[in-house]
């Protein structure tokens, strides 16, 4: 078992029915060093942020997972799944990690896009997941393999080990994003989740010619539950859980984006963690 520092106490901490030796936690904006805009906790180095800042805020989530290495990734909302092994680097190109290693602890960042953490019933391993629509929907839309689809996939690595998992043995959290009321898109993206999941179209309201408002963290339980995944927790919709509506709490490119007249958005970047603690 490893020391950890207490969490932040605005900090989210999984609700949900996961071994003793899964640990989990989903960071706010509260805690942190970094000055307005990315006040105060920013974890994303690629914000314009202070580099000592985001070094300084990194290092108080790092005291607070403890000596459990935080491993970051380079997401650019794709399907590509990295499997951390003790000598993985940060930086791999990818949205989602996977691990059955106790000494690492796999990391996500979002400011609007969803987190998504998944557990082996059985606690032997864990996963983080970053999931914006595009990742979501899958590179090639309508092709119905999203990121969600490649994580699965990705649980046939531990076949080889003799620890196959079937879908009513893994558990899934999600986590804070922008919400169903806020969420608003085009055509192309109802078009590429219904073209191969024509059911999604119920989780898209028509606002107007050629746009919606879309319910993601709905649209991700959809795709697990296709998958028969079945065990899951954290994000319902409801307002508490919304990004964008909530600016004391949680960064929001979408909300902020053209504060600084470039519209790349002031913003920072949260981080949903999970590790094995044993």
Sequence with gaps: ????????????????????????????????????????????????????????????????????????????????????????????????????????????????????????????????????????????????????ESVYKSFGAFAQSGQAYTATKIIAWLGPCIGPAAFEVGEEVKAAFCAAHPESANLFVRTGPGKYLADLAALARQRLQALGITQIYGNDGSPPWCTVGNPSRFFSHRRDAGVTGNGVGATGRMAACIWLDR
Excluded: Y
């Design 1 to 148: 078992m490893t020391e950890t520092a207490a969490f932040h106490p605005d900090w989210l901490v999984p609700q949900w029915p996961v071994p003793g030796s899964v640990k989990a936690v989903f960071t706010t904006r509260a805690g942190g060093v970094s000055a307005a805009p990315f006040d105060t906790l920013n974890l994303g180095s690629h914000v314009g942020d202070m580099p000592e800042s985001v070094a300084g805020n990194r290092a108080v989530l790092q005291r607070a997972v403890g000596t459990r290495r935080l491993v970051f990734l380079n997401q650019v909302h794709g399907t590509q799944v990295a499997l951390l092994e003790p000598n993985s680097l940060d930086a791999q190109e990818a949205d989602a990690c996977l691990t059955h290693h106790s000494m690492l602890a796999c990391t996500v960042m979002v400011a609007d896009c969803l987190p998504m953490l998944l557990a082996g019933q059985n606690g032997s391993w864990v996963a983080a997941v970053h999931a914006g629509w595009r990742g979501l929907a899958g590179e090639q839309h309508g092709s119905g393999q999203g990121i969600v």
